[in-house]
């Protein structure tokens, strides 16, 4: 029999506008981080491309750096070693090669050391009905494997942004031992619009988690635009905090035996039975 964590805690989730240079951000969400520490928040957690938000291809390749010379990854884990905060950081754009980057959301614990690394796995390669076009697998390489991450409160299980159409990817995290998911995104206004809240709310509803969603906001440079509106959502699909359209933070209490209540009145991670793939009807193939 699984065993949840009883103790409660604070999380936060910072919601910002980033700009297409480090600086900027590095000192935008240091100041949040710290902001949302002094409020009592023990985990915080950023957006997904906290670092930098580069609209153009090739700029975006140019200013990417490895991970030892990252300056927003080494800025963060400084503010999380000052602060004594948990932080995921929800990505940063981190150079493989010569032309292929990853989407990689970094946990840092509270003396400033990485305890876990996840490559984002779904790539956002979509026309929007608005006319803006994102090939993100032509930046990224995607990421291949699944990421647990032990929390002083439970496991987190780590996604980012499109991820989360991927409604299987949160089912085996949770069947795995995840009671929470994060999901830092930079969501697009119109797919926000429409799917943003129910989507949040369903996987924390298919899998007795803690939604967690820190989101990029605003406008962008080259007029890309962000939907915001960071969730903290239950495990009943209750939302505890919603962030709105503008830059700050959100903060909520989390109860983590909230998730074994959960699942004990719908047990449904038990419940899988294995089933045959669909057939497509014989008149229908032969055509």
């Known amino acids: 029999m699984t065993r949840f964590p009883t103790t409660r805690f604070r999380a936060a989730c910072i919601q910002t506008n980033s700009a297409r240079e480090f600086a900027p951000n590095i000192e935008a969400v240091g100041a949040s981080i710290r902001e949302a520490r002094r409020a009592g928040a023990d985990l915080v957690m950023t957006p997904e491309v906290t670092g930098m938000f580069e609209p153009i291809r090739e700029r975006h390749r140019e200013k990417a750096?490895?991970?030892?010379?990252?300056?927003?990854?080494?800025?963060?884990?400084?503010?999380?070693?000052?602060?004594?905060?948990?932080?995921?950081?929800?990505?940063?754009?981190?150079?493989?090669?010569?032309?292929?980057?990853?989407?990689?959301?970094?946990?840092?614990?509270?003396?400033?050391?990485?305890?876990?690394?996840?490559?984002?796995?779904?790539?956002?390669?979509?026309?929007?009905?608005?006319?803006?076009?994102?090939?993100?697998?032509?930046?990224?390489?995607?990421?291949?494997?699944?990421?647990?991450?032990?929390?002083?409160?439970?496991?987190?299980?780590?996604?980012?942004?499109?991820?989360?159409?991927?409604?299987?990817?949160?089912?085996?995290?949770?069947?795995?031992?995840?009671?929470?998911?994060?999901?830092?995104?930079?969501?697009?206004?119109?797919?926000?619009?429409?799917?943003?809240?129910?989507?949040?709310?369903?996987?924390?509803?298919?899998?007795g988690c803690f939604v967690f969603a820190p989101a990029q906001c605003g406008i962008h440079a080259e007029g890309r635009r962000t939907y915001g509106h960071s969730l903290i959502v239950a495990p009943w699909g209750e939302v505890l905090a919603d962030g709105g359209e503008a830059p700050g933070f959100v903060i909520a209490e989390i109860d983590p035996a909230s998730v074994a209540e959960a699942r004990r009145k719908v047990p449904s991670l038990r419940h899988d039975r294995a089933f045959s793939p669909p057939e497509v009807p014989r008149s229908l193939a032969a055509e």
């Not at 929390?151 to 299980?157: F, I, R, Y």
Request: with cysteine; charged share 20%; net charge negative.
């Open 65 to 207: 750096t490895d991970e030892a010379g990252n300056p927003a990854l080494a800025a963060f884990c400084d503010v999380a070693r000052e602060t004594g905060a948990w932080l995921l950081i929800g990505s940063l754009a981190i150079r493989l090669d010569e032309t292929k980057l990853a989407n990689r959301s970094f946990l840092v614990d509270p003396t400033g050391a990485i305890v876990a690394r996840y490559d984002k796995i779904h790539m956002f390669d979509v026309e929007l009905d608005d006319g803006q076009t994102y090939r993100e697998s032509a930046l990224y390489q995607p990421g291949s494997e699944t990421v647990l991450a032990a929390l002083p409160w439970g496991l987190l299980g780590m996604t980012v942004c499109y991820d989360l159409r991927f409604p299987h990817l949160y089912r085996a995290l949770a069947q795995a031992g995840a009671s929470f998911l994060s999901i830092p995104s930079a969501f697009t206004v119109p797919t926000g619009s429409a799917h943003w809240h129910v989507l949040m709310r369903a996987r924390a509803i298919e899998t």
